[in-house]
C-alpha cells in the first residue's frame, strides 16, 4: 500500500476517475471505525447511502471528531475532511468551507450526484455541529 502523501498526491494529480477511486478506497482504509457506543441513532447523518456516525466534541478548544461510514470509499472522502480538520481551532472550522476540500481535489466534477448529495449531508452536519458546540 502506499502511503498516505503518495495517495493524496495521486489523488489531486489524475484525472482519471478509476485512480481516483483506487485512491479514495486506500485513504478509506486508513479510517478507524467509531467506538460501537457512538453509532446511535443521535451520531447518525441523514442523506447518505450507507450509515454515516458523526460525533463531536470540544476540549480546550481542541475539535474532536469522531465520523466513519460503512461504505469505504465515503471514508476515504472522510479521511480527506479529518486530515483538514484535525489541529484547527474551533474558530477557524466554523469559518472554513469545507467543500473545498472536495474542490482541490476535483472530485465534485467525478463522483455521481448520488455520492456528492450524501457528501453534501455529510459536510453540512459537520459545520452544523461546529456552531452547536
Known amino acids: 500500500m502506499q502511503s498516505k502523501n503518495e495517495l493524496l498526491i495521486l489523488l489531486k494529480e489524475n484525472h482519471s476517475w478509476e485512480k481516483k477511486y483506487k485512491s479514495l478506497l486506500q485513504l478509506g482504509k486508513l479510517v478507524k471505525s467509531i467506538p460501537l457506543e457512538k453509532k446511535i441513532d443521535k451520531n447518525l447523518i441523514s442523506g447518505c447511502e450507507n ?17 466513519y461510514s460503512e461504505s469505504r470509499l465515503i471514508n476515504g472522502i472522510i479521511y480527506l475532511l479529518l486530515d483538514f480538520i484535525q ?14 476540500i472536495l474542490k482541490a481535489y476535483n472530485l465534485p466534477n467525478t463522483l455521481s450526484a448520488t455520492k456528492m448529495s450524501g457528501i453534501d449531508s455529510i459536510i453540512k452536519s459537520i459545520e452544523q455541529k461546529l456552531i452547536e458546540v
Open 51 to 67: 450509515d454515516v456516525w458523526l460525533n463531536i466534541t470540544i476540549d480546550n478548544e481542541q475539535v474532536n471528531i469522531d465520523l
Open 87 to 100: 489541529n484547527q481551532s474551533l474558530d477557524i472550522l466554523r469559518k472554513s468551507d469545507l467543500s473545498n
